[in-house]
């Protein structure tokens, strides 16, 4: 049985010369909260309004429920899809109050004046404004007026929730509070929801999928944990949290992982995990900071990719210790981040070891 919700196939949006959706395709499953994550300009924007029916897709379709809603010739007008949406800029109607912005949908599809009593002081209650109804946006911070949005979208029972960067606008405390409320409102309600950010953190907080765009195309698309324990490029391993990155080359393997060769000459042991490369072929090496461990000096070489390094920055930044340290005849430093108590003081020579399940290689 086909449970996808929402199907997007061979999508792709021009504008003049600008290819800003480029050919992608995605099914997201009823219930599911995917978000769109990429750089300013990659086209996560035009892949929601095409979601949205704001925009005629020049090729491919939108398809809900088994239905196509979008395609080059025809498109089911906004407010026939029945989707909830919220964006950046609040968009609450200031002339209405709390109530009366949650309301409004209701009243326009004509629900009975008791139901929309009863749906309005529920979505109201789940976004904890209950006690502010009678209030204007004017008189409510960022956070509120974005929870208004939040209900007043809610409210309508949306088939699908399209959220294009809702926090975007509050202050980093907020967001934070915020995304949890976001994830736990959408997950309570089993609600299908597609989630445009260019904020990592947000994307690997709230999604169960994240699909990651560049110029237009789908790079990735997996779980949080997924795209970040096994990047399909160099950039999205760059996107999703920090990575130090090295350009090597395949030399060769030993049993369950591949040597691959630094440009200094370093050889470094890294895990096949399924992966299939060639003794010569070019790679990118990526290792998470926080999966490099490192000691006091001792002669390294006992134990693979054990070596020596020298401190050459370090900043305690409350609940980690970020260092970056210096590889014999290598250009980049390495980044390295351990919990508290600092231990190593810049200049101070050590032994650092990364084991091979954590190296990962890929592709530019
Ligand atoms: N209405 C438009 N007319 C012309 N170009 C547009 C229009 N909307 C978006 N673009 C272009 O399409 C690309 C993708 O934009 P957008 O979807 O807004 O990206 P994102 O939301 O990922 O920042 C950009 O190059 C942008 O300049
Ligand atoms: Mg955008």
Redesign the pocket.
Known sequence: MNTDRLVIRDLTKT??T?T??NQINMSIPQGKLYSFL??????????LRMIAGLETPSSGQIIVDGRVLSDSKEVVLPEKRNMGMVFQSYAVWPHMSVWDNVAYGLKLKKMERSRIEKKVAEMLELVGLYHLRERFPTQLSGGQQQRVALARALANEPSILLLDEPLSNLDAKLRETMRFEIRSLQQRLGITAVY?T?SQDEALAVSDVIVI?RD?VILQAGSPEEVYSHPNSSFVAGFIGLANSFPARVVGAEGDAYVVELENGLQIRAAKHGKQWKTGEEVVLVIRPENISFDDWRNPGVVPNELKVKVERVSFTGSIVDYFLRIPRLSESLRCQTTPPTRFAEGQEATCYFAPEVCILTKE
């Open positions: 504008f003049g600008v800003a959706v990429g750089p300013s300009g990659c086209g996560k924007t035009t892949t445009v260019h765009m237009g």
